[in-house]
């Protein structure tokens, strides 16, 4: 994903609905476009209370199927009538779509600059107006705004031809931001959530274990993950089953593939959601260490001097690592 830029005051923009087809089924086309035109419309009441918003569909491209669609804005006739409209509702539908193409497992920075707001995540990078990100602040947790938006991918998530959403600024162009399939399921989960002050999110990933505890509790054991250090307990009972029963064994060093759960809460100065805590769900695949060192099964065996008064037999291969028990935390580390 290139660095992002989202328009300000764009009246239109392109959605493109990627996949190998140039076709979509019309059902979804209609229940995505139906929704996305009433999370505008939501945030266009809380913006813009002296105006009413209207979305049409001007045309249809080639390619991956494309619509795009405009916004055309009336005076309601009301109190607030002569206040001048804020026209960048489409720029924060975009907004807000395109940090859902952030992946969730790895952290954001926010710089929120008097000018524009800059979200970064690793090499990805989003430039927002400030005016747009503040907008987004204002709306994002309106819970028809929310219900819009979510209902939208959920609609495309129904039409297995669908294996991405984007949008762009025109037909010409291809999308800058791409929301793969795979996250359509967590998005719309997550924005049917009526609390919007904090969420969960769920990926299977693998992690690094640093220190493990050797007994089933809610004490956090420490892994690498995505090259940051996270604590999280572990909570999948069949993995406690088979760990007491050995049929596997840990060491620092080897690497888990699990399902992780992250739990976000809202950060309202930088309008965005931040990792708070982790939590091990389900452990699905031990990997060990890797080997530095050939291990010898025939190990030769010295034995002392006749009259040797400790009597100690000595392997002529030692241990490839110590395992150092803590009584005190229950917990290893190598």
């Not at 939501?42 to 045309?59: Q, R």
């Not at 088979?242 to 399902?259: E, H, M």
């Amino acid at each position: 994903m290139p660095t992002v830029y989202i328009p300000e005051n764009e009246d239109s923009i392109v959605l493109h609905f990627g996949g190998e087809f140039t076709r979509i089924n019309a059902y979804t086309l209609a229940t995505a476009l139906v929704n996305i035109a009433d999370a505008a419309k939501a945030a266009n009441k809380t913006l813009n209370p002296g105006y009413e918003i209207e979305i049409v569909v001007e045309a249809f491209g080639p390619g991956s199927f494309k619509a795009l669609v405009r916004s055309i804005y009336k005076s309601a006739g009301n109190l607030f009538s002569n206040d001048l409209v804020k026209g960048f509702i489409l720029g924060v539908v975009t907004n807000v779509f395109c940090q859902y193409a952030l992946p969730p497992n790895n952290e954001v920075t926010v710089n929120v600059g008097p000018d524009e707001v800059l979200i970064q995540q690793g090499d990805k990078k989003i430039v927002v107006p400030r005016a747009v990100h503040d907008a987004t602040k204002q709306v994002e947790r309106n819970s028809q705004f929310r219900k819009g938006i979510g209902q939208a991918i959920k609609a495309i998530e129904t039409d297995p031809a669908i294996a991405s959403f984007g949008i762009s600024r025109s037909m010409a162009e291809p999308p800058p931001f791409e929301i793969p399939r795979v996250q359509f399921a967590a998005i719309s989960e997550d924005l049917s959530q009526p609390d919007a002050d904090s969420r969960d999110l769920e990926e299977v990933t693998d992690v690094r274990i640093v220190r493990a505890i050797l007994y089933k509790s809610k004490r956090r054991w420490e892994f690498v993950w995505n090259d940051i250090k996270i604590a999280a307990p572990v909570t999948d009972d069949e993995f406690y089953n088979k760990f007491f029963s050995r049929q596997i064994t840990i060491a620092p060093g080897d690497s888990l593939n699990v399902r992780l759960k992250i739990h976000q809460k809202w950060n309202q100065e930088a309008g965005v959601f931040v990792n708070k805590s982790y939590e091990v769900v389900e452990v699905m695949i031990h990997n060990p260490r890797p080997s530095q060192e050939t291990l010898d099964l025939n190990p030769t065996v010295s034995l002392p001097p006749t009259g040797d008064p400790l009597g100690q037999l000595q392997l002529s291969q030692p241990p490839r690592f110590r395992l150092q028990i803590e009584e005190d935390t229950g917990s290893y580390k190598g």
